[in-house]
């Protein structure tokens, strides 16, 4: 099971500084993948939760991968309706060409509606929308020319990655399962409670069985909180609690056939987004405990 971290890209810490201190940091502890939220308008309904400035996700991943060698580069997750499906599908390639062959997309539907009506995009459709551009950008990605709208489109530069760069499909309803079996090559919840993933898998293989395709891969986004003492386990969601319950959350993952597994630091104060340290000593103790358990 491999390990990535989600960089904060938002918040009065967001600096190219400080950013370029987290990449480094990633890629210096051995971490697996690097990976970064997106929004392409900052609303007042998106600045409550993730207040300006906000970094671009594929810009900035541009930029981190001129700097590192190794850690693959991700979006948890690109909004897919905000973006044309060709130029999100060029884009991606480039970047996978720049980078060595290391990007992952990650892809969701989007919740922002203040977002999407500032973009002129139907936020009622944004679940039709993601299929119909998930579609375009494999097919994209495996020719080197296709017919979008009546019109020829050459696909070059071609993707490093075969048959194309990993495709991580967010979301925890059916619909989103469905779009991972149909489109994607993981699927990429977040903010999960074991529980509830020990049920929705089940889920995962049967809409896997239903369309006749095989079992996206799991890679989950969970939270990192390290406290003092045990949390009540009723109320605690993956990777938060005691050095024992994260431990033992991990080795449940792994368990459960997880794939990847992606550190969120963040616990809804901006304000912690300028003082790192705490986060990276907190990280530096998990990943050292994980590997030492192997």
Sequence with gaps: MKLGLNLLNFGPGATPHRIKGWAQFA???GLHALMISDHVGVTPDVQAQYPAPFYDPFTTLAWIAGFTQSIELGT????LPYRHPLNLARVVSNLDQ????RFILGVGVGWAKQEFEALGIPFHRRGAIANEYLDVIRRYWTNDSITCNGQTVFTAPATIRKPHPPIWVGGSSDAAMRRAVLFGDA?????????WIKDALPRLEAIADRE????PAFCPRIKLQLTNS?????ERVAGTGSLHQIRRDLDELRALGA????????????ETTAHPERDQAMISTIVNQFRKAL
């Design 27 to 29: 890629e210096d502890h």
């Design 76 to 79: 948890t997750v690109a909004i």
């Design 98 to 101: 720049l980078s060595g062959g």
């Design 187 to 195: 699927w990429h919840p977040i903010r999960i409670r074991l529980s």
């Design 212 to 215: 006749g395709r095989p079992v």
């Design 230 to 234: 045990e949390l009540t386990e009723g």
């Design 259 to 270: 794939q990847y597994v992606v550190f969120d630091t963040y616990h809804g104060n901006p």
